[in-house]
Every structure is written in C-alpha cells, then in structure tokens.
C-alpha cells in the first residue's frame, strides 16, 4: 500500500474511545454520509416548499382563471417560505461549516420538527373559511417526514422517540390551535389526536428504524476493532488491501492500518491461506525489528475474528515523492541527493537485517516534517518483504497471486527472474526513483507494463542530463546509471556504498 497519509479526524481522542458499559460509537465514516444525506433531504425539502405552491398557483389558475387567489401571496405562501428558508439554511450550514456528528444528528432531528410544525400550520391553519369534521383519520406528510428522517438520520432510539413524537403531535396542535381561532368545529379535544393516530404509528416505525440503524452500525464499529485500535476513514488503496485511520482504544494515538482484504489471499484449499498468514507473521514480526528514524513504524499487527490480516503503522502527514514531483515538476539536484540519502539509511538497516523491499517507487517514499526538519523521509511498505535467501518461499503477496514490483522501477533480474535477488535490486529501484525526481520522467515507458518491463532488461537509459534542463552535476548522474546498470555486480554493491557516494557527490551538486 503506497498511501498511509492522511488528516486527523476532527473528533477528540475521548470521543474516539468506548468505556465500559457505553454503547459502542458509530463509525465515523457512516456519521459522515449521514450529513450528506441530510444535506440532500434539505436541499429537496426546499424544492418542495418552492414547487408546491408554485404549482397550486398555477392549477388554481388554469381552473378557475379570475380567482384572485391565483395570483396573489397568502397564508400558506408565507408558510411555505419559512420552509423554504429553513431548508436552505440547513443546506448552507452543513456544506459550508463543519459540525461534530452529534451536533449534526440533533440539528436533523431539530429539523424534523421545525418541518412537522410548518406542515401542521399549513394544513390546518389555511382554511378559509369555517369546517367541521367528523373525526375521520388523516394521513399528511409528517407521517412520511419522520420515516425519511429516521432512515438518513443514525440517531439514538430515545432522541429519535422524542422528536418523531413531537412532530407527530403537530398535526394535532395544528388543529386545536386553528379551533381556538375558529376555523374548526369539533367538541372533543381527543379527537384531534385520534384523527392522526397514523403519524403516532409512524413515529413509533421510526423509533424502531432507528434501533435497527444503531445496531448495524455497532455492528460495523465492533468489526472494524483490531485489537486496540478503532479503524476510521479510508486513507487509501493498493494492490491488497486498504489503509485506515485508527486510533488506539486506551493511549488515543492515532495510527495507520493496513488491512489485508480476503480476496487476495483466496486460494484454492485451507492450505494457501495458512501458509499465508504463517509468511505474513514472519514477515511482519521481521519488519517490526526495524528502527531506523527513515522507515515507517510498525506498531502491531494481527488476524482479526473474521481471519483478515492486519498491520498498524504510525500515521504520517505530508505527501508522497509521486505526488510532489507531480505538484513541483523536477527537483533541484542538491535536494534529490538530501532525500535519497535518507532512503539509503532506511535500505541500510533493512539489507543489514536480510530484507529486501522490492518494491521502491516514489510513492512508496514519503516526505514529511519531523519536528524542526524538513524533508524527513519515511519509506512505506515494509510490511510485506521478503527475506534474502529464504529457500523455497517466497513473499506474502507471491503467496496471494500478486504481482511483485511496479513495472517502472522493476530491475532487469526481477523481471528476466535470472538472478537471485539482494539489495542490489532494491538500488535499482531507487535509481529509478532518483531519475524520475531530476527529470519528472520514467527511464522507460512502454506502451504496456509488459513493455515497460521489458525495456530494463535490453534498453540503455537516456542520461537524466538530457531530459531535462536542470542542471545535474556529472557525479550525481554517474551515480545514478550506475544504479541502472543491467548486472547487479556492476552497480553499487550496498547501500551504504552508496550513501557514501552521494555524500562525497555532495560537494559537487549545485543546491538551491
């Protein structure tokens, strides 16, 4: 997974925890499209204040032409403006301001009952003249309104009861209150609760809607729980799995997790799927051994009860050298040798250890601040290596079916399978790496990936100097086609070899 960067959500690390005997949180995520749909509920209920007596204006227009009625502004044009309003008001504050959940979920439920009070004026204090009833029951829009509401909104049952009840009482509070003016004639005031027993119906569904929208949420909120750690938004994808927002339980530190989806271990039999996850524990507890300030940290890793693998890894801020070179263009050369030292000391400690990445790219490599510093790299994915020299095994996601390395940076034995791959073939990478910062070019591009792969293994490289019109110092440049040279013997043969050329190049690089 090449994404682990991402902004921390606004919630406080208190709200992200659950105590004992607490209800556990909704996810995050399904607070979030919550707000959106409300944004969306408002944004129709204010089509349909417009609309409606728009409309009526115009059919009571066409049916009887001289009723002044049709072209005038009455009570129930005034009702269905504050509507209008409202609605809109909703809209702009929810798109334009940003809400705690919570705060959002009791504004939607404000908001029923500010729209059950406009529809109960509406339809009970806009008579005209005189009415009596018999007390035959009533269905009107608020039964409908709460129900809508109830699906959007993931309210708790008891806020839910509270407020479907309020606005299921409006039609009723409508009524005695247009008989206290005398629009209405009926003797009983139970009678106008008991003509609109169908909103009470509804309001109770609602209650229950709303239970069962809790539920499943919990539900998801229990699932996404790996060991300690709550998983929130999405933070990216690659090529097995998605990489996740967390936030430990107890010391409320955010973190990254990098969860393994089921797919891509699916295998034939049981068998594949256990040697699976026995590579993936060794692995992963020989990525944990690794401490280089440059290397992302692994925190913990694991199976959760549904058998998906997990790694959880320190959360970073900043961005990825793909995304840089993509916003800055080429790098100036004294910066390009500032970042590929830092990869050197991370590669240093993993070859040191007997792994081998095989997978470097600039979006593998991220740049950050650390503290006062600048430019501080972290290199990603060393969760799914591979040992050197591991006899008869092979990697994690070799294991999965997947295909290893990214055709751009995939040195000439990778792809030919010739040789016996070291950390050799990890400097191939990162020369490739380096070409793409002085020149924001590939070495090759191929018309497929095929291709692509193809092309390190018989095409020599274009010197960067000649993509590009920045200036490169010769020493960097030989550094860098040695990295691409064909044979691993020919290229620098660790490392810390060379880290120490590029330092000693160091002098000669013309910096910013």
């Known amino acids: 997974m090449s994404r682990v960067i991402g902004r921390l959500s606004s919630e406080t690390p208190a709200d992200l925890q659950t105590a004992p005997g607490r209800p556990r949180r909704l996810p ?30 115009l059919a009571l227009h066409f049916a009887s032409p001289g009723d002044p009625r049709s072209n005038s502004f009455g009570f129930i044009d005034a009702v269905a403006t504050v509507g209008f309003v409202t609605s809109i008001a909703l809209y702009l504050l929810l798109r334009y301001t940003r809400r705690s959940p919570e705060f959002v979920i009791n504004l939607g439920l404000v908001y029923l009952v500010l729209t059950a009070i406009d529809l109960g004026v509406m339809i009970h204090w806009g008579a005209v003249s005189t009415t009596s009833t018999d007390g035959t029951p009533m269905i009107t829009w608020i039964g409908p309104v709460i129900l809508m509401t109830a699906a959007i909104i993931p309210a708790e049952p008891r806020k839910m009861a509270v407020a479907a009840f309020l606005a299921a009482s409006m039609d009723s509070v409508g009524m005695l209150v247009a008989r206290a003016e ?20 509804m309001a109770g569904v609602a209650v229950a809607i709303s239970a069962v929208v ?10 996404r729980e790996m060991g300690s750690y709550r998983l929130g938004e999405l933070l990216g994808r690659g090529g097995m799995g998605e990489v996740y927002l967390a936030h430990h ?62 790694l959880v890894m320190e959360l970073l801020e900043g961005m990825t050298l ?57 290199v990603l ?24 390395g990214t055709p751009a940076y995939m040195a000439p034995e990778m792809v030919s399978g010739d040789a016996e791959l070291d950390g050799r073939t990890d400097l191939y990478s990162l020369g490739c790496v380096a070409y793409y910062l002085l020149t924001g070019e590939l070495v090759f591009t191929g018309e497929t990936a095929i291709q692509t792969a193809l092309l390190h293994v018989s095409q020599p490289p274009v010197p960067p100097s000649q993509r ?45």
């Open 28 to 57: 995050d995520d399904l607070l979030r499209q919550a707000t959106r749909r409300l944004q969306i509920l408002s944004l129709l209920a204010a089509a349909l204040w417009f609309l409606g007596p728009t409309l009526g204006h």
């Open 182 to 201: 005398g629009m209405y004639h009926f003797h009983s005031t139970g009678t106008a609760f008991l003509m609109h027993y169908p909103n009470y119906l």
């Open 468 to 512: 590009t019109g920045n200036p490169i110092p010769a020493e960097l440049e030989r550094l860098v086609l040695a990295c691409l040279a064909k044979q691993p013997a020919d290229r620098p043969q660790s490392a810390s070899e060379l880290n120490a050329a590029l330092a000693a190049a160091n002098g000669a690089v013309v910096s910013d």
């Open 322 to 378: 793909e995304h840089l070179v993509r916003a800055e263009g080429p790098l100036p050369a004294g910066r390009v040798v500032h970042i590929l030292r830092q990869v050197c000391e991370s590669l240093e400690e993993a070859h040191d250890a007997g792994l081998i990445h095989r997978d470097i790219k600039p979006a593998n490599i991220h740049l950050g601040r650390v503290g006062r510093q600048g430019d501080f790299v972290k």
């Open 249 to 310: 339980r107890m010391l409320a530190r955010p973190a990254a997790i990098k969860l393994i989806r089921p797919e891509a271990l699916a295998g034939e039999n049981g068998a594949k799927a256990q040697l699976a996850a026995a590579r993936f524990r060794r692995e992963a507890e020989a990525a944990a051994q690794l401490k280089s300030p440059h290397t992302v940290q692994l925190y913990d890793f694991g199976t959760t009860d549904e058998g998906r693998l997990y």
């Open 381 to 404: 994915d060393f969760g799914l290596v591979k040992s050197v020299g591991a006899a008869g095994e092979d990697s994690l996601a070799s294991i999965a079916g997947m295909a290893i």
């Open 214 to 223: 809790t539920r499943l949420g919990q539900q998801v909120t229990k699932a």
